[in-house]
């Protein structure tokens, strides 16, 4: 795990927890194309929340780079851009939060995956291609 990539996480984390636009949010914990259901009673259903709290922001982060974050064809890739905006405008967060929050999920990502075995999915691409877009 390149330990630049894990450096900056850390110190962006810290940096978007404090800086938290309005009140802290019950958060899904875990949200992905996986844990996302369509409803009966809604159009949409989280499943398997966690139960954790803070920025919404957060909850952006794993949408980049998943579902089936081991694949790491281009096409899937190429998808990150309009998601970050499409995340942003249904959240109500500004792009460069999204983009951040995508970041910092992917390294975490990574992180967890290197604890278990080999880190380099899809979640290191993403969080290599948004470094550059990074405040």
Excluded: K
């Amino acid at each position: 795990m390149p330990r630049r990539l894990v450096e900056r996480a850390a110190g962006l984390f810290d940096e978007l927890c404090a800086s938290t636009p309005g009140a802290v949010v019950v958060l899904h914990g875990d949200l992905h194309h996986d844990n996302v259901l369509r409803a009966e009673r809604e159009p949409w259903l989280a499943i398997g929340p966690h139960g954790a709290i803070g920025d919404q922001g957060y909850d952006c982060g794993a949408m980049l780079h998943n579902p089936w974050p081991w694949r790491r064809e281009d096409n899937l890739l190429a998808l990150v851009p309009r998601r970050i905006e499409q995340l942003a405008e249904g959240f109500g967060l500004p792009v460069e939060r999204v983009v951040a929050w995508g970041f910092v999920m992917g390294v975490l990502s990574e992180v967890w995956t290197a604890q278990g075995g080999t880190p380099g999915g899809r979640a290191l691409d993403v969080a290599e291609l948004l470094m550059p877009r990074l405040p």
